[in-house]
């Protein structure tokens, strides 16, 4: 039985083999294609891949890099936070109740149709420079998608199992912990990823207008210099930290946690 | 409206010896009546409804879907409230009863192994181990087993570890929900055969739900016919164990159940 997958691959289901021939055929075809906007615009304003690379060394040599980094990451963890706790909230109490979800849908709507730029306006105007207003644009623009992950999850929720749990006498932690978390668990994931995904996207953009440090500051304020490769620079090394993290912390969590199942279904975005 | 739940509790004289001679683990139903509000007024599923079963019985209740079945079980399970009416259970000892239930799916977590699934069914008991968990999935045959997940095992063995599960926890009344009419006739066929030699090796009392006739009257001391808001017939069966579903006199019993239950609308 165990080997029966790598003798007899079906035509839809790729060996571990493969898997890795594919990720490195997409990013080698991702390069080529950044390569070649360089080359049709010839202009040797946009930085290709060399350039940049050249440029995040530069970056990283300088060390400027890490208080801004750690500016920016601070700013989308706690906004990503923010996020998680309200837009978990309403999910919940959408997933378990009629009010709720009447009650959290035409918030949901209205959250999920106003532009993060235009929080990180209305939160500079309130807030002025500093912490508080992309932080608070990060959690205002990302907890609606929080909420519709978790209302997914709480739906999901086998209504039989919580049958069979009370009619054993399970206790409320014991239901919680045991039942509960694990069978939410899947949209908990999805929705860490895609939070924290659209929160440092946000958090970027609100930093254009509202704070004079962090990573997209520093982008803008290369860019405005028509120093594009340093702009990119930034970019990319915001872009491998997160890929290492998401390589290094998320998907082995999530591989102990699904371990139960029978396919390796996880890891997928 | 006197409508209450409750158990007796008796002392066990001869403590571990023959089943048959304890009370503990009878049911007591006394004039069970089940209404529901609905908007086209009160709708009543049952009314007036007593009968006993013996400790240590295989009992059947049988019926059409819509009769009151579930009902039935419901309020014997304590999940329902009945309008009217009580249940009573015996007890050994000083404890309150314990009621096993398998339901018509396993109802297994996912996340879980075999032993894990027993595992979450005995948080207040503290003398749990991992072996007691081991020895009765010993006694359904998932040896080779213990530390599977549920989407590794088969149909039939996941409703095993159901079963398993709720003979772990020691009931005295086990409480059966369907729970072969979501597999294949031969799993059923076997699991059935289990289920008896189980039952006769630990003698509780089964109370057992379904619409299959032909189940009833394999497994069941006595079949209660669900009809009409009423139980309309209590059917003794007293063929021979282990019952052969082939021979004349099963097939005799049978044609005689299917004319009493389909005697009434």
């Given at each position: ?208 207008f509202a704070s004079n440090s962090g990573v997209g500051y520093r982008a803008i304020e290369a860019f405005s210099r028509y120093q594009y490769d340093t702009a990119m620079a930034w970019a990319a090394v915001f872009v491998v930290i997160v890929f290492l993290l998401e390589m290094a912390v998320l998907r082995p969590l999530e591989r102990k946690v699904f371990a139960y199942r029978k396919e390796a ?5 | ?265």
């Open positions: 039985m165990s080997t029966s997958n790598r003798s007899l691959p079906t035509p839809l289901r790729s060996t571990l083999g493969d898997k890795w021939a594919a990720a490195l055929i997409s990013g080698i075809l991702g390069l080529a294609a950044w390569w070649l906007v360089t080359v049709i615009f010839p202009r040797g304003l946009f930085p290709g891949p060399v350039e940049t690379v050249n440029a995040s060394v530069e970056l990283l040599a300088s060390g400027i890099v890490w208080t801004h980094m750690e500016a920016t990451f601070f700013r989308t963890f706690l906004g990503f936070i923010g996020a998680f706790f309200v837009g978990g909230a309403l999910g919940v109490a959408m997933g378990i109740n009629n009010f709720g979800e009447h009650f959290s849908t035409p918030i949901i709507i209205i959250a999920l149709s106003i532009p993060g730029i235009a929080w990180a306006a209305i939160t500079t105007i309130i807030f002025g420079f500093g912490v508080a207003a992309p932080v608070v644009a990060t959690a205002v623009t990302v907890f609606p998608y929080i909420s519709l992950r978790i209302w997914k999850g709480v739906e999901d929720i086998d209504p039989n199992l919580i049958r069979m749990s009370r009619s054993f006498d399970i206790s409320k932690a014991r239901l919680l912990r045991r039942m509960i978390l694990p069978s939410i668990a899947p949209a908990l994931f999805t929705a860490v990823r895609f939070g924290l995904a659209i929160s440092w996207k946000i958090e970027t953009q609100a930093e254009i279904d996880f890891g997928v975005l | 409206m006197a409508s209450e739940v409750q158990q007796s509790t008796e002392s066990d004289d001869s403590a571990g010896i023959a089943h048959g001679t304890s009370t503990a683990g009878a049911i007591h139903v006394r004039n069970l009546t089940k209404e529901f509000d609905t908007e086209e007024g009160v709708e009543r599923v049952f009314e007036d409804v007593s009968f006993d079963i013996e400790p240590g019985s295989f009992v059947t209740l049988i019926g059409r879907s819509g009769s009151g079945k579930s009902t039935m079980l419901n309020i014997i399970s304590g999940v329902l409230e009945p309008t009217a009416g009580r249940v009573d259970f015996e007890a050994t000892q000083d404890s309150d009863v314990t009621l096993g239930h398998v339901f018509q799916s396993p109802r297994l977590l996912p996340w879980n192994t075999c032993v894990e699934n027993i595992e979450y069914v005995h948080e207040n008991n503290p003398e749990y181990t991992r072996e007691l968990a081991e020895e009765y999935l010993d006694l359904v045959g998932l040896s080779n087993h213990y530390d599977k997940y549920p989407s590794q095992l088969s149909g039939g063995q996941r409703q095993r570890v159901g079963i398993t599960r709720a003979l772990s926890i020691d009931p005295e009344i086990l409480i059966m929900d369907e729970p072969f009419s979501n597999l294949d006739e031969i799993t059923a066929e076997s699991l059935r055969e289990e289920l008896i030699s189980i039952w006769q090796k630990l003698g509780k009392t089964v109370f057992f739900v379904t619409h299959d006739i032909t189940e009833a009257i394999e497994l069941s001391d006595r079949i209660l016919m669900l009809g009409n808001g009423t139980i309309f017939d209590d059917m003794s069966i007293d063929l021979e164990r282990p019952r052969d579903v082939d021979s004349e006199e099963f097939l005799k019993v049978r044609q005689d159940a299917i004319n009493r239950f389909h005697s009434v609308k």
